[in-house]
């Protein structure tokens, strides 16, 4: 199921972009593989399918460390200040930048191996107290700390919409908190919701359960 599944999403993505008037090249498709067994992600992979997204650190590197090479690998999960120096040495952008502990430790780890992967600030749309992210109304002054304290550079944004709320607020939202920093990647919209999720400019989309099925 997974690799026809795989063309599937592509041709939604493709066509939502299309319908909003951009070039359907402009939106990466990024599959969540996290917890799901190597026997459903390795035909998405062998159909061509070369970016993933994962939640844990050590997952990741017990998943991907022999393929490494063959892919872009983006930590979508929280990450902990403990896990900076692996979280900097195996993955290739980091979506989940959220607090100041951790961008610290990101400008204190990337000036020490003297790289840096890709970092997006999660801004927390619904004001969630479960969820990890910066609050809207805190993200402006974050991401100038990032940049001005930090020495980070910061390439897009990154929110998961409440569960029981229309998702379109909360893109239009980031996109905005996006459009007045001077950023260019939104990453948003996720198995339920990212035709919608192009439609407001998402520049990557995260799938798992539509590509992969449930999780068990």
């Given amino acids: ?10 041709a939604r993505i493709a066509s939502a972009a299309k319908a909003s008037g951009r070039d359907p090249a402009g939106v990466e498709l990024v599959a969540v593989s996290k917890t799901q067994p190597w026997e459903e992600v390795e035909p ?12 844990r650190v050590q997952e990741a590197m017990s998943r991907w460390t022999e393929r490494r090479a063959e892919i872009e690998l983006r930590l979508i999960g929280p990450l902990q200040s403990n896990k900076t ?15 100041d502990k951790l961008a610290r430790a990101l400008a204190d780890e990337t000036q020490r191996v003297g790289k840096s992967p890709r970092l997006f600030v999660q801004v927390n749309t619904g004001e969630e107290e479960q969820k990890a992210g910066v609050i809207p109304t805190e993200a402006d002054a974050f991401i100038a700390r990032c940049r001005g304290e930090y020495g ?29 920093n001077g950023l260019s990647k939104l990453s948003m919209g996720m198995s339920g919701d990212f035709e919608t999720a192009v439609r407001f400019g998402a520049t990557s989309v995260r799938v798992g359960s539509a590509l992969f099925g449930a999780r068990t």
């Fill in 44 to 55: 998405v992979l062998s159909a061509g399918q070369r970016i993933f997204g994962e939640n």
């Fill in 85 to 99: 120096r692996e979280a900097v040495d195996f993955f290739d952008v980091i979506e989940t930048v959220d607090r």
């Fill in 152 to 180: 980070l550079t910061i390439e897009g944004l990154m929110c998961i919409p409440p569960a029981d709320a229309p998702p379109g607020p909360h893109f239009a939202l980031l996109r905005k908190i996006a459009q007045r």
């Fill in 1 to 10: 199921m997974p690799a026809s599944a795989l063309d599937d999403i592509r």
